[in-house]
């Protein structure tokens, strides 16, 4: 990424850090902007306790000495930070460009608030203008599944890795990334969950109550209901 990307991402980070109180539980979900505020959050140096949404923010959790803790059923976090693909002006997000969707839409649920960390140049202003939806699938019959998922999403890719090969989430599932139609994106939402074979998807709508969106020069801009 470039450098007007990364002073961003920190701006947004460090705006996010401030909200982390002495003695919160918090969430934090996965990507460059959530790593971000780990390595904030380790520079304060003061005891951290999380969940984490993926194994990556777990390593680099563990390794700045945070308290991981698990969510099992007793467990309400304070706060989950987590960023975007794309944030549009009524807070609905697409998530999952870094696959970890399905762990972050349960971290994000297991929390009390939920509040977004990212560039501004993720803010659009109709989802899928350059991202496609993440939908993740289990294995077993994948390809029957994306042709059910075709009326709705008629336009659905396998997300593959470099050498051609299947990519994999976390939980061992496979992703198709589809081109997002100009519909109701709510009705969209709860009939793709509806099909046979699919685990989750990247709208996550109605969950966020603010996005802190970086700019270049340091500056965060606050994106709260109704603009």
Known sequence: MNDDADAARAAAAAAAVALVEPGLTIGLGSGRAVWKVVELL???????????????????ARAAGFELVELDG??????????????DDRLRLIKGGGGALLREKIVI?????????????????????GFRLPVEVVRFGWRDTRRRLAPLLPDAQQ???GDGEAYVTDEGHLILDC???????????REVKQ????????????????ALLGQPDGTVEILAPGG
């Open 109 to 129: 649920s297991a929390a009390r608030r939920f509040v977004v960390v990212a560039e501004a140049s993720k803010r659009v202003t109709r989802l899928g203008e």
């Open 42 to 60: 380790a520079a304060r140096g003061e005891p951290v306790r999380a969940a984490v949404a993926s194994v990556r923010t777990q390593e680099l």
């Open 74 to 87: 007793t467990l309400e976090l304070d706060l989950a930070l987590d960023g975007a693909d794309e944030v």
């Open 179 to 189: 081109a997002l139609p100009a519909v109701d994106l709510e009705e969209l939402a």
């Open 195 to 210: 099909v046979p074979g699919v685990v989750e998807h990247g709208l996550f709508i109605g969950m966020a109550e603010r």
């Open 159 to 161: 997300r593959l890795l």
